[in-house]
């Protein structure tokens, strides 16, 4: 008997893995949040349940429902699947999933995913590190879980790299209040990726004292950095469009 | 006519994307560093072929030389595949082989990855985000391309994130200066993972004291904070064997 925690990827199916496909096409049960995509779902063998678990983020006694369902599963299951959007322990609380099963007998394996704080970016043709940029990329949450420890937005910005915020559109006032108290430039390039990967992907540029007041809406990964400035994909998975190209040359990816 | 930068994932095959897979089958053409898994490149579609430009990181005539293949192949075939270790855009400097195919008008897609950022450490258990120990984590290169900005490691420090170092062994002593000067812990955990998810994997704890006159080889992925110190997974991808596990349930992943 083991719990599966594997990682749905960024949205866009073709953005799984393999063992992520084999699992759901192997699984007794699956057990997924509600931003995964339909697409995904499809390859969730026919007549296993799928259970939406719905997750709010910050919803602690949600959390603890959560991890007494898989332990539930995972005793009378031999394959449990819990799909989690993009990696299973970049945020999204795997690890206190595992360490619920861990404790009760069960064992966990973890089938690592693609972030969508990497691969966001990239469908909008940002690099997260880039040698004439960033030698460094920090993924951070704009909405830790109560009892999280806190980030030091100012020494963030001292650092040098790029900043990579998912859940960060309701907290982004005090973020950038943050970010510029540690001295990164107003005028820092910012580009906001919504539903990176879907095929209702947007994506918008602007620089970090105009976030604030920007119109975005959730889901959206934050890229502040140099890098946010570039664009060097034609073509990108999921958009079913191709990015802006200026040499008149792109195709679209399938 | 498209150049793909494909993500070859951790090492392990599994860890590929579907996407990454499909064009592996389909390429005219596969360019490919050194440290890609044997398992990935049997997914290279027969009688095509195979082109080890064996990267060394910080060489950059060399890096100019893989440029100008890209270029030259990307004129003449339908599907080049440009195979990179990890994620395109997680180092391994995709965005610069991105600018050079765009200013020679050739259309780039970038297919984003598993990165071995994430994924090494989760084949040895260790979530680099928990929220009882780190709200960031920051993945930051121990050996930058010339040219390439510097890292503030006292900064880096202050953050109160996880920070993971992908070459990082030959520079580990600098790095963990750079650490305890910003005021981190001398007892704060680290966790080298060597050869992630390879069934060679080899996992080592010790503190960022110890870091420094350890005997670790690379490649290696080096984890500092406090997650270093935990063991979540049962079983993981690629190690062919069950990671110590207290409660005597473990499985095998395969």
């Known amino acids: 008997v083991t719990v599966h925690l594997v990682g749905a990827g960024p949205g866009h199916p073709d953005l799984l ?10 699984a007794d049960v699956v057990v997924h949040d509600r931003l995964v995509h339909p697409g995904v779902l499809d390859l969730v ?3 296993a349940p799928r259970i939406d678990v719905g997750k709010d983020a910050g919803d602690s006694h949600l959390q603890e429902r959560i991890n007494a369902t898989l332990v539930e599963l995972g005793r009378v299951h031999d394959c449990v699947v819990r799909l989690k959007g993009g990696d299973p ?6 690890g206190e999933e595992a360490e619920a099963l861990r404790a009760a007998g069960i064992a ?19 690099p997260v590190t880039h040698r004439d940029h960033a030698s460094a990329v920090t993924i951070v949450t704009g909405h830790p879980a109560a009892g999280a420890p806190p ?22 006032r005090r973020i950038v209040a943050g970010l510029l108290d540690g001295g990164l430039a107003a005028s820092t390039p910012v580009c906001v990726i919504t539903r990176g990967t879907y095929a209702s992907q947007e994506v918008v540029r602007m620089t970090l004292a105009e976030l604030p007041d920007a119109g975005v809406e959730a889901p959206s990964v934050l890229v502040i950095g140099s890098v946010a400035a570039l664009d060097l994909a034609s073509a990108s998975i999921g958009t079913g469009a191709v990015v802006a190209d200026h040499l008149g040359t792109a195709e679209v990816a399938r």
């Open 108 to 126: 966990v394996e973890v089938v690592p995913g693609v972030s969508s704080a990497v691969a966001a970016p990239a469908a909008a043709g940002v």
């Open 151 to 172: 980030i030091d937005w100012a020494a963030l910005a001292r650092v040098g790299g790029t900043v990579v915020v998912l859940m960060g559109v309701g907290g982004r």
């Open 89 to 94: 322990f970049v945020f999204g609380r795997g």
């Open 17 to 26: 893995t393999l063992r992520a496909a084999r699992l759901l096409a192997a």
């Open 45 to 47: 063998r026919p007549g």
